[in-house]
């Protein structure tokens, strides 16, 4: 998992960054499209992080650009998926919020007000906790689930990081993580879009069962 290490693909997600903020920010500068960029990068390496890094971030990338052409407005939900995480800190409920904040601050001035409110929303509905009320956000919420569906090896692996971010106790995460396991079980889709449902549904399901029951024996 990447933690403080450096990341490989660095250089390809900074030139990617830099393509999308010219094309809708035009206001800036390449000194403040750095700027915007040197303070994503800073924060999704920052120590402790063994999920929500750089590995999570190019994994959404990979997703959105599997499903694109589906998407009605594809910058605004790769602007989203870019700052979605970019605030973290493990067992606070306000991340996304904050997240979204930075980006308003990144974006005053120098883009278009539908743009700017469209992306805060959809940063806002990476919470999980409230239906998307609109197709680009049940793909952002789809993406950002996507791991879910990945194999077991892989989905044990992003599991762990995750705990490890974790701050609270053992038995307190596992309580919290079935609880948000079970709510997603308990929808009668995981996925939202017919894409991400096709792609992952089946194999999602398997593996938050299968994770679930090893909580359950944890936590005893």
């Known amino acids: 998992m990447l933690g403080e290490k450096t990341y490989p693909a660095t250089d390809r997600l900074r030139a990617r960054f830099f393509a999308l903020w010219s094309r809708n920010f035009s206001v800036h500068t390449d ?18 992080r063994r999920y929500h890094n750089l590995h999570h971030l190019e994994h959404c990338l990979a997703e959105f650009d599997a499903a694109a052409a589906e998407i009605r407005e594809p910058d605004q939900v790769e602007t989203a998926i870019w700052f ?8 606070v409920g306000d ?42 956000q049940q793909f952002l919420c789809d993406i950002d689930l996507a791991s879910f569906g990945a194999p077991w090896e892989t989905y044990i692996e992003d599991s762990t990081g995750l705990r490890e971010e974790s701050t609270c106790g053992a038995r307190d995460y596992n309580i919290r ?15 939202f879009t017919d894409f991400f449902h096709a792609r992952y549904e089946n194999r999602a399901r398997s593996n938050i069962q299968r994770y679930m029951a090893m909580l359950e024996v944890d936590q005893l």
Do not use: C, K, M
Not at 31 to 48: K, M, P, Q
Not at 84 to 91: L, V
Not at 123 to 128: A, F, K
């Open 31 to 48: 000194a403040d499209t750095g700027t915007v960029w040197r303070t994503i990068e800073l924060n999704y390496v920052a120590a402790g």
């Open 177 to 191: 993580q079935r609880a948000f396991l079970q709510r997603l079980l308990d929808r009668p889709r995981i996925f």
């Open 95 to 136: 991340n996304e919020a904050r997240s979204a904040a930075l980006f308003r601050e990144a974006a005053r001035g120098a883009a278009d007000r539908r743009f700017v409110d469209a992306v805060i929303a959809l940063i806002l509905v990476t919470t999980h906790r409230r239906a998307p009320t609109d197709l680009d």
């Open 84 to 91: 979605h995480d970019a605030i973290y800190e493990p067992d």
